[in-house]
């Protein structure tokens, strides 16, 4: 059976839609993509799966209406990308791009939506938008719950990695969350990562990747996982 699926941008570089279409030659599902720009919707169809990426600037109404219709009609949304899901480096944005807001206005789709999952990443990796669409279709797995948890957060960064995990004395000095960054924010000292603030966009990468990390998303916000009713 087809699946239908929705990529939509809501304000981002468009990085994260161009990795979802680069990696759909390699996903083992039989697929539908409608690519679209939030100002041309289609909004008479109905979507198995919604992939939102970008954060919306919550002074434009329309792209707020818009945003909100998107989740009626999809049965399962997907705040994808850094921005989409925690903010990221949006979190910095004053203005000189369309809407041109006055201020720091861009928030994370989860600040106006619920979603079943977010899936942090500047961009997300090829594989994990393959696993995702995977298990979305298939089978309730574990490797979903990490991502539904994500989703009940509406920020995730290097300095909150230092304050749950580091400073926390949880860290097993694994590397992973310095291996991740896509900023070489994060560096070893002392089988340590330290965090080079300047460098931080908060894409929140390295918290979803550090084992203990993830593992306090899990017992912080217990995974509510929803699979497509009809599958694939
Ligand atoms: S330290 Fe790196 S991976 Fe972590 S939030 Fe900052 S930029 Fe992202
Ligand atoms: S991924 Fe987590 S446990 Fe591993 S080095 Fe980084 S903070 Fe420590």
Redo the contacts with the bound molecule.
Sequence with gaps: MKLRMLVVDVGGCEGCPLAVLRSLPSIPLDVEVHSQYLGNLDLELRYDIALVTGSICINDEVAVAKLKKVREISEIVVAFGSCAAVGGITRFCRGGQDPRPEHRVFQPITSVIDVEYAVPGCPPAPQIINALLVNLTRSASPFLKVFAAVAKVKKLSGFD??DD??LAG?????????L?CPTNA?Q?ID???DLIVEKCIRCGT?YV?????SQILLTRYPAQIKVLARGV
């Design positions: 990695l230092l995990v580091v949880l860290c097993i000095g694994c590397g992973a969350c310095v991740s994060l070893m089988q340590r990562p390295c990747r550090c084992p203990r990390a």
